[in-house]
């Protein structure tokens, strides 16, 4: 798949913000146990979703936004600007 930079950025943001949304839904998929007092009877709360699935998507997920960053950085790596600045000048002290 070919992407801008700029597409790819947005896709990030939103692979990342689903990530958030996974690692809550595995959090709250687990087993949870409760005493009730009144009549001192268990209650099991059984998943929802199954956490191995969710955590091989969150697996997908974590693997496209590696490379989405790998590419990135590999692109800014190579990629060259121009640009008239006297960087030295601009950070030196004011005599």
Known sequence: ??????????????LQARRSQ???????SSRRTRWMMSDAKEKVEE??????LVDKKLVQINRALFEIDRKIKEVNAI???DIAIDFDTLMSEIQ
């Not at 798949?1 to 939103?14: D, P, R, V």
């Not at 998943?47 to 191995?52: E, I």
């Open 79 to 81: 990629t060259k600007i």
């Open 47 to 52: 998943p929802t979703y199954d956490v191995k």
């Open 22 to 28: 996974l690692d809550e839904l595995k959090n709250n």
């Open 1 to 14: 798949m070919e992407a801008t930079i700029n597409s790819l950025l947005a896709m990030q943001k939103h």
